[in-house]
């Protein structure tokens, strides 16, 4: 990219400040912006959101006034930790992306520009784990590796069999993430997963056995002979 992506750095923690803003201000591609330059700007511009998860609200707001003002600026959300709701809260705002807290300026950097450069909206730019997305009034992390098998087409029987599960229990899980989620449809299975940061299933990886498979009719019957 020949002119530098304008970056607006908003709402960032004091004890990451100095390392984000000072990181990205070393790379030729990239030049610090304020609020009121955007308006002037005559190249790309993206704005990185710190979001504060106990301030939900505030960082909603944050991200509408700026699309308000400027639709076609990109918004890349960072977090530490999101639930379900959470992120259709901030996507609803008009956030494109989302990066982990923990990522590094070059990590940053590479986000940046996948943005500025026209990456599709609902774009996955790292993967984090389960566990670290999710908190009690989100999924579980259970519920979160069943989203990622679903997100990628796999039907009940097919998780079930990759997880080491009773088709019932996946289809328990199944009717939990349409409750928290309200929706089914494998297009918003999709984004969600990719949003929460879940890395993508891959093909012929493990089944779990942390999980021990329910037992059926069938496998009882067969048990005793």
């Known amino acids: 990219m020949d002119t530098p ?4 750095i908003l ?18 591609e990239f030049a610090t912006i304020g609020e009121g330059d955007l308006a002037s700007l005559a190249g790309p ?16 707001a944050r ?7 400027q639709p076609a600026l990109r918004v890349l959300v960072s977090f530490k930790a999101l639930t379900a709701d959470d992120v259709r809260a901030v996507l609803g705002a008009g956030a494109d992306a989302f990066v982990a807290r923990s990522k590094s300026p070059r990590e940053l950097g590479t986000a940046i520009v ?6 599709d909206c609902l774009v996955r730019m790292e993967p984090v784990p389960a566990a ?10 259970r519920e979160a590796e069943v989203l990622r098998f679903l997100s990628a087409g796999f039907s009940n029987k097919e998780v079930a069999r990759r997880l080491t599960l009773s ?7 199944r009717l939990n993430l349409r409750r928290k989620t309200q929706t089914g449809r494998l297009k918003d299975l999709v984004s969600l997963a990719r949003q929460l940061g879940l890395s993508p ?5 493990p089944a779990r056995r942390n999980e021990p498979r329910q037992s059926t009719p069938q496998n009882d019957r067969s048990s005793r002979h």
Do not use: N, W, Y
Not at 114 to 119: C, N, S
């Open 5 to 8: 992506v304008g970056v607006l």
């Open 11 to 28: 709402d960032e923690p004091e004890d990451l400040s100095a390392t984000v803003r000072a990181g990205l201000e070393h790379m030729p």
């Open 45 to 60: 511009a993206v704005a990185l959101v710190f979001l504060d998860e106990a301030r939900l609200a505030d960082g909603v």
């Open 63 to 69: 991200i509408v006034g700026l699309k308000e003002r």
């Open 114 to 119: 996948a943005l500025a450069e026209g990456a």
């Open 132 to 141: 670290d997305v999710m908190d009690g009034q989100g999924l579980t992390p």
């Open 167 to 173: 088709v019932r229990t996946v289809e328990t899980h």
């Open 201 to 205: 299933v891959v093909d012929g990886e």
